[in-house]
């Protein structure tokens, strides 16, 4: 049964501390995408990459964030220093190169900073 | 400026009628439109793809119409369950459609009452 999985699945931190969250994509995906959730605004996404490549990171904020993908089994988004207005639920999702337009989600990481 | 637009108040209906969620968007020219489901502490899960030469498409119980004179998609589920008490997504191709990128709609949450 594959299955996107995201690591660590509740995180609780301090204001100013690092948070990095974990993605494995489905085997073979060539395709991830990083979303935030939030009451608020809702499914935002924050970047998304191809083949490892980043494509579009326009939706995350670039004095904080970065997104990675250090090899075809492992994307990660980190957050530095991180902030109470950080906190939500972000979703990773993979897409395989035959479908590209179906997405496949994570259970998500919910991040509480304090 | 772009949007898109589902209910927001929660859909309540009987067990066994059919629900029918609404997703609007505006200055949009999607590719295609996409239904997802979500549960509570859960990613959201593809239900459905329509692409805009396409009318209608069926599931099961699950119907889609696209309608991009009206700017306009329904989702139906007939003969509904409790089990298919959940938030409903609708999602848009956004920009070039071999992108997979997706903008996501708020979410309407679909009550089944036995």
């Known amino acids: 049964d594959a299955r996107v999985t995201q690591t660590p699945r509740d995180k609780v931190t301090e204001m100013g501390q690092e948070v990095t969250m974990r993605c494995q994509p489905i085997?073979?995906?060539?395709?991830v995408f990083w979303y935030r959730q939030t009451m608020m605004q809702g499914l935002e996404l924050l970047a998304y990459f191809r083949n490892r490549a980043p494509l579009d990171d326009s939706g995350m904020p670039k004095d904080r964030f970065s997104a990675e993908m250090p090899d075809a089994t492992l994307a990660t988004l980190k957050i530095q220093p991180s902030e109470p207005r950080d906190s939500a639920v972000y979703f990773c999702?993979?897409?395989?190169?035959?479908?590209?337009?179906?997405?496949?989600f994570g259970p998500g990481t919910r991040l509480l900073v304090l | 400026s772009q949007k898109i637009e589902q209910n927001s108040e929660a859909l309540n209906i009987q067990e066994g009628k059919t629900a029918t969620l609404t997703c609007n968007y505006t200055n949009y020219s999607p590719a295609y439109l996409q239904w997802y489901r979500q549960d509570p502490g859960r990613g959201p899960v593809f239900l459905l793809l329509i692409r805009e030469n396409e009318k209608e498409k069926r599931k099961e119980r699950l119907k889609v119409t696209f309608d991009t004179t009206l700017k306009q998609s329904l989702f139906h589920i007939t003969a509904s369950q409790p089990a298919d008490s959940a938030t409903y997504l609708c999602a848009l191709a956004h920009g070039s459609s071999n992108t997979g990128k997706l903008i996501f709609g708020q979410g309407t949450t679909l009550q089944v009452k036995p």
């Open positions: 999702a993979s897409g395989s190169a035959t479908s590209q337009e179906t997405q496949y």
């Open positions: 085997l073979g995906h060539n395709t």
